[in-house]
C-alpha cells in the first residue's frame, strides 16, 4: 500500500511540562526534533530504497503522536476559552502549514503541465485540489476501493493524505478542549487537565476500536480515513495530560527516563525494520511504534550519562528535524515527478542525488516560507488574513484543477467524435482489423488515432454508471445494457473485470440483433463454487455469496445465451499459484456443468493478455509517441486460463471457446497499440474502441453456438 508520512508541527512550550502554563516564550525540544529527524528519515528510506527498511511507513504513526502530544500540551497551557481564540489558534495553524504545502501544490502543477504525459492530468489534478482542501486521506479512501487504481501511476501528491488527518485534528481538537475545559468548570468535579485527558481517553479509546474493525472489513481504506487514525494521535494527547505526573513520579531518576526512552526508540526500530506493507495496519499492530513514540515524548530525557540525547541533539540531526515538514513536502513529489523530466527512472545514484536536492530545498522553505509566516502577526500581516489566505488559495487550486480536469475531457470527447467512421468500416486497418488485414496493414497503424488521454478513459460503461460489486463485495447489483423490448434476446455477461471489458463490443452488437444485456460483474472475485482468498474473512464470504448468486441466477433465469470470461488471478486459501489454477478449472468445470444441463448456450471468451511490464499502457505510449513499440510486449504476456482450460475439456453443443489472443498478439508481440487504438486503458484491460473492434468476431462465434444450439 502506498504509504507517506507528514511531519508534526507545533513546540513545546518554555516551561518543563507542555501541558503546564508558563511563559509564551517556546523552545525546541531535541529530543522530538530528533525524533521528527528519526521519522522523515525513516520514511524518506522507505520511499526511495524500498526494501531497506520494510516498515519506515511507521514514521507517519511516530509524527502522529508527536502533534497529539505538542498540540495538545500548547491547548493545555492557553486554553481556548472563545470563539476568538479558537480562530487564533486556526489562524496559526494556516500560516504555519499553508504556505509551504500550497508552494509544493503549486511546484507540483507547473511540473505535471511541464513534464508529465497528459494521461495523468485529470487524476493528479483532483488529487491536488484534494490536497488543497485537506480531504486527500478521504479521496485515496475511496481511490482504494476501486482495484484498478493499482494499475495508475503513482500521484506526485498522495502523501498528503497524512497532512489532511493532521489538519482534520487541529480543526477538531481545540474544540474536544474546549468543550471538556467548559464542563468541568461548569461541574467542578475534575481539574481541566483530569477533563481533558477523561475526553482524550474516550476518543482514543473509540478510535483504536474503529481502527481494528475497519482494518479488517475495509483494509485497502483503513490506512487512510480519520477513524482509523485519531487514537494515535489522542494518545500523544494523553501523554501530554500525564506528563507532570510522570515527571513528578520519575523525579530527579535520570536512569528510569533514560531506561524509558530506550525502551521506546527500540520499539520504533523494531516496527521499522520488522514490519511490512502486506501486514494489517494501523489496528492495533500501529501501537509498537506509536506507544514506544508515547515513551520517548512522557522520559522527557536530558543529557547526563548513557542518555540518547547525546546523539539525538547532535548538530545534523536537529537540522533535519528542523526541516522535517518541508523534506517530506518535497521529498514524494519529486521522486515520483523527476523520472518525467528526466525521460527515465531514477538508478541509485540519481535518487541520492535527488535526496540532496530534496534536502536543500526544504531548507530553503524552511527559512523563507516556514520561519517568515509563522507566528501572530507574520511579516506585519494581521492574523485574521490568515483565513482570507487559506480560502483564496484552496480555491485557486480547485478552480486550476477543474480547468485541467476539462481540457482533458474535451480532449476525449473531441477523439471520440472522429472513430466513427473507421469504426464502421469493415475493410479498414481500425484496431484488431490491422492484424485481420495483416497484408494491407501495419501493425501500429499509420497514425495515433486514439491518443492517449483518450484512451485513459476510454473504458466500458460499468465504470462511469458503478455498475460493479466492489469494495468488501457487500453490495451485490446488476445492471441492464441494450435493448428494452420484450422479444429481445436475453444475454448475460458473468465475470469479473475481464468479463466487464467485453460489454462495449457486446453492447455494438445489442444495438443491431436486438439483444437485452444483464450484467454480473465483481471486481478480482471469479466464478466458482469455492472459496478465494482476500484480506478479510467478510470479503471472502461476499465473493462466495456473490457466486452463489450468480451461478443460481444464470441456471434459473432462462437466458439465450451466457457470455462469460474471468481473470483467475486471487489465490484460494492455502493454495500456491499452480494449486489455485487446478483448482479453479475443476471448479469452473462443475460451474459450466451446472449451466449447460439446462440447455443454456454459454460462450467463454478467453482472458486476453498483459501487453506491457509498464504499469499503465497509455502513459507508456504518451512518452513513446515516436516509437510505439517501446509499449509492445512479448507473447509471455498470454495468460493462464483455468475457465478456458476447462471450457476446451467439455464436449458440448451449447458450448464454445473464443480466443482473441491472436487479435493482439503475432510473431511473438503482443502490441498496445493496433491499427491507430491504443490497446488497453491501463495495465491489462481493454480499451473500449479496441475491444468494439472484435465485435465481428463475437457476433460469428455467437451466431455459430446459438445455431448449433438450436439443432438440438
Given at each position: 500500500?502506498?504509504?507517506?508520512?507528514?511531519?508534526?508541527?507545533?513546540e513545546a512550550?518554555?516551561?518543563?511540562?507542555?501541558?503546564?502554563?508558563?511563559?509564551?516564550?517556546?523552545?525546541?525540544?531535541?529530543?522530538?526534533?530528533?525524533?521528527?529527524?528519526?521519522?522523515?528519515?525513516l520514511?524518506?528510506?522507505y520511499?526511495?530504497?524500498?526494501g531497506?527498511?520494510?516498515?519506515?511507513f511507521?514514521?507517519?504513526?511516530?509524527?502522529?503522536?508527536?502533534?497529539?502530544?505538542?498540540?495538545?500540551?500548547?491547548?493545555?497551557?492557553?486554553?481556548?476559552?472563545?470563539?476568538?481564540?479558537l480562530?487564533?489558534?486556526?489562524?496559526?495553524r494556516?500560516?504555519?502549514?499553508?504556505?509551504?504545502?500550497f508552494?509544493?501544490?503549486?511546484?507540483?502543477?507547473?511540473?505535471?503541465?511541464?513534464?508529465?504525459?497528459?494521461?495523468?492530468?485529470?487524476?493528479?489534478?483532483?488529487?491536488?485540489?484534494?490536497?488543497?482542501?485537506?480531504?486527500q486521506?478521504w479521496?485515496?479512501?475511496?481511490?482504494?476501493?476501486?482495484?484498478?487504481?493499482?494499475?495508475?501511476?503513482?500521484?506526485?501528491?498522495?502523501?498528503?493524505?497524512?497532512?489532511?488527518?493532521?489538519?482534520?485534528?487541529?480543526?477538531?481538537?481545540?474544540?474536544?478542549?474546549?468543550?471538556?475545559?467548559?464542563?468541568?468548570?461548569?461541574?467542578?468535579?475534575?481539574?481541566?487537565?483530569?477533563?481533558?485527558?477523561?475526553?482524550?481517553?474516550?476518543?482514543?479509546?473509540?478510535?483504536l476500536?474503529?481502527?481494528?474493525?475497519?482494518?479488517?472489513?475495509?483494509?485497502a481504506?483503513?490506512?487512510?480515513?480519520?477513524?482509523?487514525?485519531?487514537?494515535?494521535?489522542?494518545l500523544?494527547?494523553?501523554?501530554?495530560?500525564?506528563?507532570?505526573?510522570?515527571?513528578?513520579?520519575?523525579?530527579?531518576?535520570?536512569?528510569?527516563?533514560?531506561?524509558v526512552?530506550?525502551?521506546?526508540?527500540?520499539?520504533?526500530?523494531?516496527?521499522?525494520?520488522?514490519?511490512t506493507?502486506?501486514?494489517?495496519?494501523p489496528?492495533?499492530?500501529?501501537?509498537?511504534?506509536?506507544?514506544?513514540?508515547?515513551?520517548?515524548?512522557?522520559?522527557?530525557?536530558?543529557?547526563?550519562?548513557?542518555s540518547?540525547?547525546?546523539?539525538?541533539?547532535?548538530?545534523?540531526?536537529?537540522?533535519?528535524?528542523?526541516?522535517?515538514?518541508?523534506?517530506?513536502?518535497?521529498?514524494?513529489?519529486?521522486?515520483?515527478?523527476?523520472p518525467?523530466?528526466?525521460?527515465?527512472?531514477?538508478?541509485?545514484?540519481?535518487?541520492?542525488?535527488?535526496?540532496?536536492?530534496?534536502?536543500?530545498?526544504?531548507?530553503?522553505?524552511?527559512?523563507?516560507?516556514?520561519?517568515?509566516?509563522?507566528?501572530?502577526?507574520?511579516?506585519?500581516?494581521p492574523?485574521?488574513r490568515?483565513?482570507?489566505?487559506?480560502?483564496?488559495?484552496?480555491?485557486?487550486?480547485?478552480?486550476?484543477?477543474?480547468?485541467?480536469?476539462?481540457?482533458?475531457?474535451?480532449?476525449?470527447?473531441?477523439a471520440q467524435?472522429?472513430?466513427?467512421?473507421?469504426l464502421?468500416d469493415?475493410?479498414?486497418?481500425?484496431?484488431?482489423?490491422?492484424?485481420v488485414?495483416?497484408?494491407?496493414?501495419?501493425?501500429?497503424?499509420?497514425?495515433?488515432?486514439?491518443?492517449?488521454?483518450?484512451?485513459?478513459?476510454?473504458?466500458?460503461?460499468?465504470?462511469?454508471?458503478?455498475?460493479?460489486?466492489?469494495?468488501?463485495?457487500?453490495?451485490?447489483?446488476?445492471?441492464?445494457?441494450?435493448?428494452?423490448?420484450?422479444?429481445?434476446?436475453?444475454?448475460?455477461?458473468?465475470?469479473?473485470?475481464?468479463?466487464?471489458?467485453?460489454?462495449?463490443?457486446?453492447?455494438?452488437?445489442?444495438?443491431?440483433?436486438?439483444?437485452?444485456?444483464t450484467?454480473?460483474?465483481i471486481?478480482?472475485?471469479?466464478?466458482?463454487?469455492?472459496?478465494?482468498?482476500?484480506?478479510?474473512?467478510?470479503?471472502?464470504?461476499?465473493?462466495?455469496?456473490?457466486?452463489?448468486?450468480?451461478?443460481?441466477?444464470?441456471?434459473?433465469?432462462?437466458?439465450?445465451?451466457?457470455?462469460?470470461?474471468?481473470?483467475t488471478?486471487?489465490?484460494?486459501?492455502?493454495?500456491?499459484?499452480?494449486?489455485?489454477?487446478?483448482?479453479?478449472?475443476?471448479?469452473?468445470?462443475?460451474?459450466?456443468?451446472?449451466?449447460?444441463?439446462?440447455?443454456?448456450?454459454?460462450?467463454?471468451?478467453?482472458?486476453?493478455?498483459?501487453?506491457?511490464?509498464?504499469?499503465?499502457?497509455?502513459?507508456?505510449?504518451?512518452?513513446?509517441?515516436?516509437?510505439?513499440?517501446?509499449?509492445?510486449?512479448?507473447?509471455?504476456?498470454?495468460?493462464?486460463?483455468?475457465?478456458a482450460?476447462?471450457?476446451e475439456?467439455?464436449?458440448?453443443?451449447?458450448?464454445?471457446?473464443?480466443?482473441?489472443?491472436?487479435?493482439?498478439?503475432?510473431?511473438?508481440?503482443?502490441?498496445?497499440?493496433?491499427?491507430?487504438?491504443?490497446?488497453?486503458?491501463?495495465?491489462?484491460?481493454?480499451?473500449?474502441?479496441?475491444?468494439?473492434?472484435?465485435?465481428p468476431?463475437?457476433?460469428?462465434?455467437?451466431?455459430?453456438?446459438?445455431?448449433?444450439?438450436?439443432?438440438?
Amino acid at each position: 500500500m502506498p504509504v507517506s508520512v507528514k511531519p508534526a508541527v507545533g513546540e513545546a512550550p518554555a516551561s518543563s511540562s507542555p501541558g503546564q502554563a508558563g511563559p509564551q516564550r517556546t523552545v525546541i525540544r531535541a529530543d522530538i526534533q530528533a525524533l521528527r529527524a528519526i521519522a522523515v528519515l525513516l520514511v524518506v528510506a522507505y520511499h526511495f530504497f524500498p526494501g531497506t527498511v520494510p516498515g519506515g511507513f511507521i514514521g507517519v504513526d511516530v509524527f502522529f503522536v508527536i502533534s497529539g502530544f505538542l498540540i495538545t500540551g500548547h491547548l493545555l497551557s492557553k486554553p481556548p476559552q472563545s470563539p476568538r481564540m479558537l480562530a487564533d489558534f486556526w489562524g496559526r495553524r494556516i500560516r504555519r502549514l499553508l504556505p509551504a504545502s500550497f508552494l509544493v501544490l503549486l511546484a507540483t502543477l507547473v511540473a505535471m503541465l511541464l513534464w508529465a504525459p497528459q494521461t495523468i492530468w485529470s487524476g493528479i489534478s483532483k488529487e491536488i485540489a484534494a490536497s488543497a482542501l485537506y480531504v486527500q486521506n478521504w479521496f485515496l479512501a475511496g481511490q482504494a476501493v476501486d482495484y484498478l487504481a493499482v494499475d495508475n501511476a503513482p500521484s506526485p501528491v498522495q502523501h498528503f493524505w497524512s497532512l489532511s488527518v493532521e489538519e482534520q485534528f487541529y480543526l477538531v481538537w481545540p474544540v474536544v478542549v474546549l468543550i471538556a475545559i467548559w464542563l468541568v468548570r461548569r461541574h467542578r468535579r475534575r481539574t481541566e487537565r483530569q477533563a481533558v485527558g477523561v475526553a482524550i481517553f474516550v476518543i482514543v479509546v473509540a478510535s483504536l476500536i474503529a481502527s481494528v474493525v475497519i482494518t479488517i472489513t475495509d483494509p485497502a481504506a483503513a490506512y487512510f480515513v480519520s477513524w482509523t487514525r485519531a487514537w494515535e494521535l489522542g494518545l500523544g494527547g494523553l501523554g501530554a495530560c500525564l506528563f507532570p505526573w510522570v515527571q513528578q513520579r520519575v523525579g530527579e531518576s535520570h536512569a528510569a527516563r533514560v531506561v524509558v526512552a530506550y525502551v521506546g526508540l527500540v520499539m520504533i526500530a523494531v516496527a521499522a525494520f520488522s514490519f511490512t506493507g502486506a501486514m494489517p495496519f494501523p489496528s492495533y499492530t500501529a501501537a509498537l511504534p506509536v506507544v514506544g513514540t508515547a515513551l520517548v515524548l512522557v522520559a522527557g530525557i536530558g543529557r547526563g550519562a548513557l542518555s540518547p540525547l547525546r546523539v539525538m541533539a547532535w548538530r545534523p540531526v536537529q537540522i533535519v528535524g528542523d526541516s522535517s515538514y518541508s523534506m517530506y513536502l518535497w521529498h514524494w513529489a519529486a521522486l515520483v515527478m523527476l523520472p518525467y523530466a528526466l525521460g527515465h527512472a531514477l538508478h541509485r545514484n540519481g535518487k541520492l542525488i535527488t535526496i540532496i536536492v530534496v534536502f536543500f530545498l526544504a531548507w530553503l522553505t524552511k527559512v523563507l516560507v516556514e520561519d517568515r509566516l509563522r507566528g501572530r502577526r507574520p511579516l506585519g500581516v494581521p492574523l485574521r488574513r490568515s483565513f482570507l489566505f487559506a480560502a483564496v488559495g484552496m480555491l485557486a487550486f480547485v478552480l486550476a484543477a477543474g480547468g485541467v480536469v476539462g481540457f482533458v475531457n474535451m480532449r476525449a470527447a473531441a477523439a471520440q467524435s472522429q472513430l466513427d467512421t473507421e469504426l464502421n468500416d469493415p475493410a479498414s486497418c481500425f484496431g484488431s482489423r490491422a492484424l485481420v488485414n495483416a497484408n494491407a496493414c501495419t501493425p501500429h497503424g499509420k497514425s495515433l488515432l486514439t491518443d492517449p488521454v483518450f484512451a485513459a478513459a476510454d473504458q466500458p460503461a460499468p465504470y462511469k454508471d458503478g455498475c460493479w460489486v466492489l469494495g468488501d463485495f457487500s453490495d451485490q447489483k446488476t445492471c441492464h445494457y441494450g435493448s428494452d423490448l420484450p422479444d429481445a434476446k436475453k444475454v448475460a455477461l458473468v465475470g469479473n473485470s475481464h468479463a466487464g471489458q467485453w460489454l462495449p463490443p457486446l453492447q455494438q452488437i445489442a444495438k443491431k440483433e436486438n439483444w437485452s444485456i444483464t450484467t454480473y460483474l465483481i471486481s478480482e472475485c471469479y466464478t466458482v463454487d469455492r472459496p478465494i482468498q482476500f484480506p478479510s474473512a467478510q470479503k471472502m464470504k461476499n465473493c462466495s455469496d456473490w457466486n452463489d448468486k450468480v451461478i443460481t441466477d444464470v441456471q434459473h433465469s432462462g437466458y439465450d445465451l451466457v457470455v462469460f470470461s474471468n481473470r483467475t488471478a486471487q489465490p484460494m486459501p492455502g493454495m500456491t499459484e499452480a494449486q489455485t489454477f487446478a483448482a479453479a478449472q475443476e471448479s469452473y468445470t462443475r460451474v459450466l456443468d451446472e449451466w449447460l444441463r439446462t440447455g443454456t448456450p454459454v460462450l467463454v471468451l478467453r482472458d486476453t493478455p498483459y501487453a506491457t511490464e509498464l504499469r499503465n499502457v497509455p502513459d507508456c505510449v504518451a512518452t513513446h509517441l515516436k516509437d510505439l513499440s517501446a509499449c509492445d510486449g512479448t507473447d509471455a504476456r498470454k495468460q493462464v486460463d483455468p475457465l478456458a482450460a476447462a471450457a476446451e475439456a467439455i464436449s458440448a453443443p451449447n458450448l464454445s471457446v473464443l480466443d482473441e489472443t491472436s487479435r493482439i498478439c503475432a510473431k511473438g508481440t503482443c502490441y498496445s497499440v493496433l491499427g491507430g487504438v491504443i490497446v488497453y486503458f491501463d495495465r491489462g484491460h481493454m480499451s473500449a474502441t479496441f475491444a468494439t473492434s472484435l465485435a465481428p468476431d463475437i457476433k460469428s462465434a455467437a451466431d455459430a453456438l446459438l445455431a448449433r444450439s438450436a439443432k438440438r
